[in-house]
């Protein structure tokens, strides 16, 4: 038994450490059955024991909800007991739950991926590690919430208004993640949990283990905390896809059934948008991640607090791909019918070839953070706070090919004059071919013995992220005043390189189909590659249309192997003459010069803030200003060419190679500096009403993959469909000057409702134009005229104002077990999306979308349960599409609304035993996106339910 001095000791550890005192709602989860009394009597008697932590679902809202309360800025909480019991798989899934947080999901998988705050998605969210930028090989800002576990995590803390000694102020917010820490809890604990998930579609029940060690020795001295848990999903997805609906001026005679040469010298004058890749797939992913932690704590003496941690993970996506995918051109279209908007509905087009697509994608991403914390009490009111951590985060470190992918079919002499109808808005239907098969004979769809081998792509994809940061910061509390002084240095490299078979051309070594389509080039495919057939009916839940009636399933890497067998030299037969330099039979990766980019970016900041505690008429006040000073430099290198000539294809009329200049080097710096202030007010006019005043300047820096310095034109192009993007090594950060003001009712325990307006002006938005140029003069050997590329490029421009209101309301009825949390978010800008607007620079505010969530729930007597229903309202989610050729801009694609219903269950059968149920998305609910106008659907997919048990034992 602890003797009293070993208490207050404690107690005063606790209070020292914020990291600490912050996460030590971890073991909540890690040991989540904790006796009914044992949280009554915690609720009776506030002055019991330190180390007693009250576990459950009310008593996790409770602490949640106190921190909200007594915090100065805008602070939502989701503290471990949520986590550990909500019907999720990650982070991202429980943050939805709180007020103005949204859900951006993976469509294959159904998995949250991203979250948006308050219609700011994921690029404008800072996401730290117990309060150290996580490093992420995406390219973005943003953090891929599909490789952070939920299992073990202490605490989430959502800070909407900007606490300047944390961070650089993202303008949507900033995420803390705090992972659990030997000192919170004195002695050794241990905890387990196992479960098996099984999605509905692939039928396969896959596991989830983990266990969680932590000690301290040394008479309570040191401390260490040891995690690991292994989770896998397997997810089977049906989808239904259009690449991209480009915008162009179609011809009159196109409305008919013919064109004669004449009509088709006069360029067009009828404005409207056509399917440029229509198609369907079926897509089986493995995922498999790994969680592990460790973390030391040494404190010497009561003044000094030492925290090493090393936290690490490793997540490997295998996803196999079968389907099919055909190919259009707006010049070659005949009988089109144009909607109102100006969608093309119906069309057919004479001679289009067909292709059965097949790939696997297999990528690893592996991320490491270690750092080092020192807490020192320096005086009664002065503590000193060093933090110093390094982070790495790699994509496919080994190299390996990232992706393989195959097409096979028939074209040239068993070309379909294909047709593809819409008929309705794209949250209910898909469109459907009118007409299939080798020269229109449907019977024939899949006939083995006409196809052959068209195009073998394969790619390996490798990026890394490093970061390195130092902070020292100091606090100075004296009575009602606190005082928070520090500086920070933080350097970021991002580095990226794609190998490819574009680069080298080698992806149409046996292009052209082969005899059976009336080619010279291509060769026939043997039945044994082809593995069997996917039946397509019923192939969206609650979506309408047809599909023809199977698909093909072969491996592609057996493909690519196959032909690679078939060399005999240069006179191989089947082999695309001419093609390929240097080819030897080997479907070999080169490296693509113009993806390749490293981006350095130093940051240095340093801040200040002033809070103090008084009255005003008898009310207590709280005052909190503070400002931020934040200096960065980026430094951004990469590889420059430009296009000399464009080759057509003998083998395949739809298939360019551009051929190059010499590669050279090209490097370019850019800086900036802002002050960026903030300040936070609330009055506490009763009790238990509290009004909230916030202020503040907040930025967010481009994406780092948007800075590189080289316009990228690719090697393997296709007819009509010419692209290049370019980078901006110059952009400057998005900035925004935010307002909040809200009012809070804390009714009674464990209750509250609350309303919070708040206001953005932004500026500086990153604007990802198109426009429509030659690069230097090439001709297009398909016009006879200069090559007209498409080419995406990224500057500052335009400013937006985002406002809108947040609604929560939390209550507990009494003493019976029974409870809600509900939210909404209602939002709005002044620069919404504009259908009609066709100029090259479109613009308009992305990720805006009104919410609400509620999580119903019942927790007594040992026995959990939880329904949650999240609702999103569509939204802009981006400009561009999967094909970006349009000649009036970058095409938006939109997400439709979605509602999303989740059961949990969780029953404790001793002190240190429960089981666990969970059943998500049991209404089977779809992902789905369009364009420009709601019958353009681009993508739908069906990702099905998924089905969780499990155990917990901890002791």
């Known amino acids: 038994m602890k003797t009293e001095l070993d208490r207050a000791r404690l107690a005063k550890r606790n209070r020292k450490s914020l990291t600490a005192t912050a996460s030590g709602l971890a073991l909540a989860m890690a040991f989540p059955a904790v006796a009914q009394e044992a949280e009554q009597a915690s609720v009776a008697n506030s002055t019991s024991e330190a180390d007693i932590i009250v576990t459950g679902i009310r008593g996790s809202l409770q602490r949640n909800l106190d921190i909200k309360r007594n ?6 909480v989701i503290s471990s007991e949520d986590i550990g019991k909500f019907p999720d798989s990650n982070v991202a899934a429980s943050l939805q739950r709180l007020p103005g947080v949204s859900i951006q999901r993976s469509g294959a998988r159904g998995e949250p991926q991203g979250i948006s705050v308050r219609g700011f998605g994921g690029d404008f969210n800072e996401t730290l590690i117990d309060g150290r930028r996580l490093s992420t090989a995406s390219g973005g800002r943003s953090v891929d919430f599909t490789t952070v576990g939920a299992d073990f995590v202490g605490q989430l803390a959502v800070y909407k208004t900007p606490e300047v000694s944390l961070s650089s102020s993202s303008i949507g917010a900033t995420l803390d993640i705090s992972y659990p820490k030997p000192f919170d809890k004195m002695g050794t604990r241990m905890a387990f949990t196992a479960a098996g998930s099984v999605q509905d579609e692939a039928g396969k029940l896959t596991p989830t283990v983990g266990g969680l060690f932590s000690t301290t020795f040394a008479d309570d001295t040191m401390g260490i905390l040891v995690n690991a848990v292994y989770t896998r999903r397997d997810t089977q997805a049906n989808r239904v896809y259009v690449s991209g609906w480009q915008g162009g001026l179609f011809r009159e005679c196109q409305l008919t059934a013919t064109c004669t040469a004449a009509q088709l010298e006069v360029p067009g004058d009828i404005p409207g948008w056509y399917q440029q890749q229509y198609g369907a797939d079926q897509r089986y992913t493995k995922d498999e991640r790994i969680d592990g932690r460790i973390a030391f704590q040494w404190q010497p003496s009561d003044n000094v607090l030492l925290t090493i941690d090393d936290n690490y993970s490793r997540q490997k996506v295998v996803t196999s791909i079968d389907g099919f995918g055909i190919w259009f051109n707006q010049g070659d279209m005949r009988n089109v019918e144009l909607d109102g908007n100006g969608t093309a509905i119906n069309f057919l087009q004479a001679g289009s070839p067909t292709d059965f697509t097949a790939g696997t994608d297999k990528n690893i991403l592996e991320t490491n953070q270690v750092g080092a914390n020192l807490k020192w009490d320096a005086t009664e009111n002065l503590q000193i706070d060093a933090d110093v951590s390094y982070s790495k985060s790699r994509l496919n470190p080994d190299g390996h090919v990232s992706s393989e992918g195959a097409d096979i079919g028939y074209g040239g002499l068993l070309g379909t004059t294909l047709g593809v109808r819409v008929t309705g808005n794209s949250n209910k239907t898909f469109p459907e071919l009118t007409t299939y098969g080798p020269a229109g004979n449907q019977a024939l769809w899949t006939d ?9 792509v394969r790619m390996a994809q490798k990026n890394s992220d490093e970061i390195k940061q130092f902070r020292l910061g100091a606090t100075w509390k004296q009575d009602d005043l606190t005082i928070k002084f520090g500086a920070r240095y933080m350097e970021d490299e991002f580095s990226l390189e794609n190998r490819n078979t574009f680069a080298n051309n080698y992806w149409q070594a046996y292009a052209g189909y082969g005899a059976p389509s009336g080619r010279t080039s291509g060769v026939p495919i043997p039945a044994s590659l082809i593995q069997g057939t996917i039946n397509t009916k019923g192939w969206i839940p609650g979506f309408s249309g047809n599909l023809p009636p199977v698909l093909l399933n072969y491996d592609a ?6 032909l690679e067998g078939l060399w005999q030299g240069p006179n191989t037969p089947g082999y695309n003459q001419g093609c390929c330099d240097n080819f030897n039979g080997t479907i070999d990766l080169a490296l693509d010069p113009g993806s390749v980019q490293n981006i350095l970016e130093k940051s240095w900041s340093a801040w200040v803030s002033v809070n103090f505690n008084t009255e005003i008429a008898g009310m207590p006040f709280r005052f909190n200003a503070g400002a931020r000073e934040e200096i960065t430099k980026v430094i951004s290198t990469g590889i420059g060419r430009v296009p000399t000539s464009i080759v057509g294809s003998a083998a395949d009329p739809t298939l360019l190679t551009v051929n190059f200049s010499d590669s050279q080097a090209v490097t370019a710096s850019s800086s900036y500096s802002y002050f960026l202030p903030a300040l936070d007010m609330k009055l506490e006019l009763t009790d238990n009403l509290h009004l909230r005043f916030d202020a503040s300047r907040t930025l967010t820096r481009p994406r780092l993959d948007y800075l590189g310095p080289v316009l990228n034109v690719g090697a393997g192009q296709r007819v009509g469909a010419l692209t290049a993007t370019g980078n901006n090594p110059f952009l400057k950060p998005y900035l925004a000057d935010n307002f909040d003001l809200g009012l809070e009712w804390y009714y009674q325990r464990n209750s509250y409702a609350a309303v919070n307006l708040f206001l953005k002006d932004v500026s500086n938005f990153i604007v990802a134009g198109t426009q429509r140029q030659t690069i230097n003069n090439v001709i297009d050997p398909t016009t006879g005229q200069p090559a007209i590329f498409t080419v995406s490029a990224r500057v500052n421009g335009p400013e937006a104002t985002v406002k809108g209101v947040e609604f929560a309301w939390q209550h507990v009825f009494g003493d019976s077990g029974f409870g809600f949390n509900a939210n909404a ?21 992305t990720g805006l979308a009104n919410s609400a969530n509620l999580v119903a729930f019942y927790d007594k007597n040992g ?9 999103r309202d569509k939204y802009l989610l981006q400009f561009g599409q999967a094909q970006n050729n349009s ?7 939109f997400v439709n609304s979605a509602l999303q219903i989740d059961l949990s269950t969780n029953i404790r059968l001793t002190d240190q035993f429960s089981v666990f149920g969970e059943a998500l998305n049991i209404t089977n609910e779809t992902y ?10 681009l993508d739908v997919y069906g990702y099905g339910r998924r089905f969780t048990a499990g155990v917990r034992y901890r002791f």
């Open 71 to 76: 915090a100065s800025g805008v602070v939502d």
């Open 448 to 456: 083995q013995a006409i196809l052959g081998s068209h195009v073998t």
């Open 863 to 871: 026995f959990e349960f939880r329904t949650a229903v999240n609702w």
């Open 928 to 937: 789905s996106t369009h364009g420009r106008f709601s019958n353009q659907l």
């Open 887 to 893: 000649a009036f801009g970058a095409e938006p694609t």
């Open 825 to 845: 978010t209602f939002v709005e800008t002044n620069k919404p999306y504009d259908r009609t607007d066709l100029s090259q620079s479109g613009f308009a505010v």
């Open 557 to 562: 890497r057996s493909y690519s192997k196959y």
